[in-house]
């Protein structure tokens, strides 16, 4: 029996049908920053907690790139083909604007084949005086204190900032632990010293959004600046239920480290030193821990830590006193957090760029360009003017990648199909800012209404500047009442 070509075709395509069927579906991937939150903002100098995931089959690593660099990578999964992030960024102090975080995953052969969306943050610049903590009630105050006329900042003002592993520290109503809280001091911040108390425990600091312009930190929690023993003793005596000393550390066998006197907590990070990540602290209701060891330096002790992956942290030694024989402690390796059942970050060392205040957000982002011109964009040439059409029109572009694009209009004898069209007049143009020389073009995108009226082939051209150095040009052709050649 013959089977004609009409027949054929639904056996074909039953056919075809069931091989797609049967083919493997493609590859699924995914990557996203999940913190911060798009467009939030922090002070410059802030640390910035970042944490993203990226799944996909193929995926062997996965970068996290900041302002267009690699700041950290990961190489093992934690589920098969799931990668997640958990890593600090201290972000720059003297660079404030515009951050771009961006998460990039690769196969085996280097090859990027999973992007995240690129989530852009705000970078402002640290505050002249003390972030105030808000409260939805009134801030219990004592009676007003008369400014110490003594405590007015000399010359050579006595400044306070917190101690290098606080992220902040707290400013109180009065020299106690116990007294109401008034705001903060952040990281990166120095405020004045009005005076000290009698015992040189507490520092008097200006603080304007307090009721009367000034509060209390507690002098071991803060780095001071400047000649101590110049300050004078302000009134303002200690209450007398001032702790002296951190919480009891239970049944702990020296070793073992306790938080300071008037120390509210510690930072437990995973390795000696605060741009490592941050497991947890060391609290009123967990004051105390076993030591393991110490760092080189030993200015850092290595403590049993539950919350731990593996079971240790490391805890800043300003901020604890130790219980024992210093000496007996063991010297470790500050790496032995590397043994921690989840896969941490490699922080990858970079050199950031000092950024240019004038430089787009855009420019982070990969390299891209378009332009066309409206309300007719040909393929090729553009022509105006014939058949009765019009001599004005605009240029629009859009070009991510670019720190700079220059616009020029410039003329020559038409070649090819256009032969019979000769060179336009530069006088013809209006606007005229860019006839024969470069102007400079808005980023990412703009737009440039132009007029020419009289006939001739023009050629318009952006000029830009990649931000990686490089440069390349984007060129089209403006034809005034010109028909190509036959």
């Not at 939030?40 to 900041?66: H, K, M, N, W």
């Not at 969306?117 to 105030?132: E, G, K, N, Q, V």
């Not at 602290?281 to 080189?296: E, F, I």
Request: glycine fraction near 8%; charged fraction near 15%; include cysteine.
């Amino acid at each position: 029996m013959n089977i004609t070509l009409s027949q054929k075709l639904p056996l074909l395509g039953l056919v075809l049908s069931v091989l797609s069927g049967c083919a493997s579906p493609a590859p699924s991937f995914a990557a996203a920053v999940l913190s911060p939150q798009p467009n939030a903002q922090f002070f410059a100098g802030e640390t910035i907690p970042i944490r993203a995931r990226a799944s996909g089959d193929g995926l062997v690593r996965v970068d996290l790139y900041i302002n267009n660099f690699k700041y950290a990578s990961v190489d093992q999964p934690v589920r098969p083909n799931e990668f997640e992030f958990s890593v600090d960024w201290p972000s720059p102090a003297d660079q404030p604007g515009v951050a771009v975080i961006q998460l990039k995953g690769v196969d085996r052969n280097d090859r990027v084949i999973v992007t995240s969306d690129a989530l852009f943050i705000s970078l402002l610049p640290p505050p002249a005086t003390p972030t105030p903590l808000p409260s939805p009630t009134p801030v219990p105050t004592a009676t007003p204190l008369t400014p110490d006329p003594a405590a007015t900042p000399t010359a050579a003002p006595v400044l306070v900032s917190p101690l290098p592993a606080n992220d902040f520290v707290n400013v109180r109503a009065q020299p106690s632990l116990n007294a109401a809280i008034l705001g903060q001091i952040t990281k990166g911040q120095s405020v004045p010293v009005q005076g000290k108390s009698a015992d040189g425990k507490w520092y008097r600091v200006n603080f304007p959004s307090a009721p009367n312009g000034q509060g209390w930190v507690f002098a071991e929690v803060v780095t001071l600046s400047g000649d101590a023993a110049s300050l004078p003793v302000v009134e303002g005596a200690p209450s007398a239920a001032t702790p002296t000393r951190a919480a009891p550390a239970g049944n702990l066998q020296p070793p073992y480290v306790r938080l300071k006197a008037g120390q509210e907590f510690a930072n437990v990070r995973a390795g000696p030193g605060t741009s490592f990540q941050r497991l947890g602290q060391l609290d009123a209701s967990n004051p105390a821990a076993p030591v393991r060891g110490k760092n080189a330096g030993g200015d850092w002790w290595q403590i049993a830590f539950a919350p731990s992956p593996n079971g240790l942290g490391w805890v800043f030694g300003q901020l604890v006193e130790l219980v024992g024989d210093a000496n007996a402690v063991p010297v470790v390796q500050g790496t032995a957090q590397a043994q921690a059942a989840a896969p941490q970050p490699t922080l990858v060392p970079i050199v950031q760029p000092t950024p240019t205040p004038a430089v787009p957000s855009s420019a982070l982002l990969e390299y891209r360009q378009s332009m066309i011109f409206a309300p007719r964009n040909d393929i090729g040439d553009v022509p105006l003017g014939h058949n009765g059409e019009p001599k004005s029109a605009k240029l629009l572009w859009e070009i991510t990648g670019a720190v700079k694009a220059e616009l020029e209009i410039t003329t020559q004898p038409g070649p090819g199909i256009f032969s019979n069209c000769p060179a336009g007049n530069l006088a013809s143009i209006t606007p005229n800012n860019a006839a024969g020389k470069r102007i400079p073009l808005t980023l990412p995108s703009g737009e440039y209404s132009f007029t020419i009226t009289e006939k001739g082939y023009y050629l318009f051209t952006i000029y830009v500047t990649k931000t990686s150095g490089e440069t390349t040009t984007i060129p089209r052709n403006v034809i005034v009442d010109c028909y190509k050649s036959q």
